[in-house]
């Protein structure tokens, strides 16, 4: 019975009966008898290919490019090719070339030298990658797939055949280098000499929006002390009236105060000119008390001694002083009368 290994970089195939399986990489088996079996790389393999053709414009060109593929489906490529040696490599190697130089002539045939040249990473490696791919691939459905998938593609080199030419194109080159560059440093004199400009420019508008920046900055600090004060003479306002307001209930209330005063005073005034009316008006009344007895003394004094008959010729004496003694009586009467008040 024997004993097969795959290394890591390797597929292990087996065959009985019509049947191919795909043991895996990095795997060791026993095979029963009438077992075959192959191992197939599974590492990136690289094609190169090189010709020369002439453009459109009659000048040969030198191609060089390489693919770059790796075996991703090992049972349907051991279908194709044969890995029992290096052949099978070699195998996929040749038609991957052929496939890719049958595309790149007809397709650098249609196009000028400088379309090549400048071209070869973009349009010619594109060209080589979808042959490639169509190639491989088959019909799309399964059938005719190489188990192989494409990595890179790329048409590395193109360069003019004959010397004479190429020597004639590379001063031509060198004398439209030249000029470019001598364009490029009349470009490089004129953009600095406008990014000077433009930096003038900026600096000035910098300057602008700078005192731009601070007058508006000064602008919003004097509103912002204007709010300020206004936010201040609003919060001490309601103050200032309640202090106003005491102030006006005070002086009110000693306006009160002072009226009730003179009021006070008024009445103490109209008290005394009371007083002294009462008082001259009891002494009014005392004088007539007090000046009775005198009154009746002086009477009796004058009537001392006489003897008034109301009979005779004394009796029409005593008729004249009839109203002194009413007077004298209505003194004594009112003198001795108690007062009713």
Not at 177 to 191: H, M, P, V
Request: glycine fraction near 6%; charge should be negative; hydrophobic fraction near 40%.
């Amino acid at each position: 019975m024997p004993f097969v290994r795959a290394n890591p970089n390797q597929y292990l195939l087996t065959g009985r009966r019509g049947k191919l399986v795909n043991r895996g990489a990095a795997v060791q088996a026993f095979l029963t008898p009438g077992t075959v079996f192959v191992l197939v790389p599974s590492t990136k393999q690289e094609a190169e290919f090189a010709f020369t053709q002439e453009t459109k414009d009659g000048i040969p060109l030198r191609f060089k490019g390489i693919v770059v593929y790796r075996i991703t489906e090992p049972t349907a490529a051991a279908q194709l090719f044969d890995f029992n040696g290096p052949s099978g490599v070699d195998q996929v190697n040749a038609l991957l070339t052929h496939v890719a130089l049958g595309e790149l002539r007809h397709t650098v045939s249609h196009m000028t030298m400088v379309e090549c040249i400048e071209q070869r990473k973009t349009a010619l490696t594109s060209v080589v990658r979808e042959a490639l791919e169509t190639t491989i691939l088959g019909d799309g459905e399964g059938n005719g797939q190489w188990g192989i998938l494409i990595e890179v593609v790329q048409v590395a080199q193109v360069y003019i055949v004959d010397a004479e030419l190429r020597q004639q194109l590379e001063a031509q080159v060198r004398n439209e280098i030249k000029l470019q560059s001598d364009k490029s440093d009349i470009q490089t004199s004129e953009e600095a000499h406008l990014s000077a400009m433009a930096s003038e420019n900026r600096v000035a508008e910098q300057k602008l929006a700078g005192d731009r920046e601070s007058l508006r900055r000064e602008q919003e600090l004097h509103a912002a002390q204007l709010a300020a004060e206004q936010a201040r003479i609003e919060s001490e306002t309601p103050v200032q009236l309640l202090r106003l307001e005491r102030e006006a209930q005070k002086l009110r209330e000693e306006l009160e105060v002072e009226q009730l005063r003179n009021q006070v005073r008024t009445l103490e005034v109209q008290r005394d000119q009371l007083l002294a009316r009462a008082q001259q008006d009891l002494r009014k009344e005392i004088l007539p008390l007090e000046q009775a007895p005198e009154m009746v003394s002086a009477a009796a004094q004058v009537f001392q001694g006489a003897n008034l008959s109301l009979y005779g010729d004394e009796a029409q004496v005593l008729g004249q002083l009839a109203p002194l003694f009413e007077i004298i009586a209505g003194a004594a009467r009112q003198a001795t009368t108690p007062r009713s008040d």
